[in-house]
């Protein structure tokens, strides 16, 4: 009797020790020694059909409403004092650019040839959109020969895309940038088309994506690319999360992104997801080097597209790249094998866009002025971010911009 009280002691004590020594949480620890107690098989070996079960990451991530930016001590007098120009050289083109890092995005109601010419005189870049006719980009060059430097022409993977492309290259020497879009960016065949257009354009500045992880970026960039889109299903037509359930809060996608780009003197563009000057701001903060705009950019006069009236409102029509009226427009209609991953709304008219583009400049020159940073490039060294339960006091509603305002007492005047 003492012998066998003897054992069930030690084997008590070797329980109590294997626990300590790995540190596990209380309950996995007690089941753990009752287990090796009884003499039965460790926990610790992982069981074979386990390694394909899913799998969680716990960490949470955030997105642009998550967070606000603390400020800090500064020495800034005016927001006039803040330089929002940037100068990069790229790793792959080895091309050197400098201006405002904010780019409108190849969206038919967005990228427009309009809209280019505007958006060059704030020194912004636009990337067109892929469905104008190499006869349209003739015409477009020849009227306004000084704004092709600040336009990328814009293509998907497709063999018909690159063709496009290059003739439309080969007849515009002086257009520098070149978008490659697709929404996923992690198929082997869209990395390879990325190599493709590296070796037939070795001196043009390519923009790559989307994607939201770091080592995708990182493969992107090693396989020719200069700066990589970041962002799937962010956007306010973009229904990709809804129908796929796949994506990554942008805050944290811009982050992660940014860190591994950075590694490799690469570039970032945060694509999606603001909705207003803060959030542009957010995006640098974050690390992006370039900020896409699309739903922003909207509704202009610039952006495409009739006004339509309704109840004596004027709305213009905004729609998504997956949409089904974007697939019925370009490609007669939605394919079998697929579904719209996008929606169509009508958005308020804004008119001009330049008030939109002074809007978004006053808000980003007013963070730095919050944060300290007397350059935009400063403004990701200067950012702390803080997590929040809310960000805005709407006991009254939203608050119209200063350009809603103005459109809204035209209307009801004239």
């Known amino acids: 009797m003492q012998v066998s009280e003897a054992l069930l002691q030690l084997n008590a004590n070797h329980c109590h020790h294997v626990s300590l020594e790995k540190r596990s949480p209380p309950s996995t620890s007690l089941a753990h020694s009752a287990i090796c107690c009884l003499g039965r ?3 610790t070996k992982r069981p074979r059909d386990q390694d394909k079960m899913p799998r969680i990451e716990t960490e949470v991530r955030l997105d642009f409403k998550d967070v606000l930016i603390r400020p800090k001590r500064s020495t800034l007098k005016s927001r006039s004092q803040v330089d929002v120009h940037r100068e990069f050289r790229f790793r792959n083109s080895k091309r ?3 201006g405002v890092p904010v780019i409108a995005a190849n969206m038919d109601t967005v990228g427009t040839f309009e809209m280019a010419v505007e958006l060059a005189k704030f020194e912004f870049i636009t990337c067109i959109h892929k469905h104008y006719t190499p006869q349209e980009w003739a015409a477009f060059a020849a009227k306004h020969p000084d704004v092709m430097p600040t336009v990328a022409v814009s293509a998907g993977s497709s063999a018909a895309d ?3 492309i290059t003739a439309i290259l080969k007849s515009h020497p002086d257009i520098r940038f070149i978008c490659l879009d697709v929404a996923n960016g992690y198929s082997e065949f869209f990395v390879q088309a990325v190599r493709n257009v590296r070796a037939a354009f070795p001196e043009h500045t390519i923009i790559a ?3 939201v992880t770091g080592e995708m970026v990182e493969e992107l960039l090693l396989s020719g690319a200069d700066i990589i889109k970041v962002g799937i299903g962010p956007g306010s037509v973009c229904t990709t999360r809804k129908q796929t359930g796949v994506g990554y ?5 811009v982050l992660e992104c940014a860190d591994a780009a950075h590694g490799l003197n690469g570039h970032v563009i945060s694509d999606g997801g603001c909705t207003c000057p803060g959030d542009v701001a957010k995006a640098f903060g974050a690390g992006a080097d370039f900020v896409m705009l699309g739903g922003m950019l909207a509704g202009h006069d610039e952006s495409g ?4 009236e309704v109840n004596g409102k004027s709305f213009k029509r905004f729609y998504g790249m997956s949409s089904s009226e974007a697939m019925k427009k370009h490609n007669g209609g939605v394919a079998e094998y697929r579904a719209s991953e996008g929606k169509s709304v009508t958005v308020p008219y804004r008119g001009a866009v330049a008030s939109t583009c002074k809007e978004i400049l006053g808000g980003v020159r007013s963070t730095c002025t919050y944060v300290g940073a007397s350059k935009l490039k400063e403004i990701s060294k200067r950012t702390t971010f803080i997590r929040v339960s809310q960000q805005l006091n709407e006991v009254f509603g939203r608050a119209p911009n200063e ?3 103005q459109v809204s007492k035209k209307q ?3």
Not at 249 to 253: G, T
């Open 41 to 43: 098989k460790s926990l």
């Open 305 to 308: 597209g009739d006004k339509i």
């Open 162 to 164: 690159i063709d496009k």
């Open 209 to 211: 994506g989307n994607v």
């Open 412 to 414: 009801k005047t004239g």
């Open 249 to 253: 809060p942008q805050l944290s996608a």
């Open 403 to 405: 350009q809603e305002e």
């Open 96 to 98: 050197t650019w400098s």
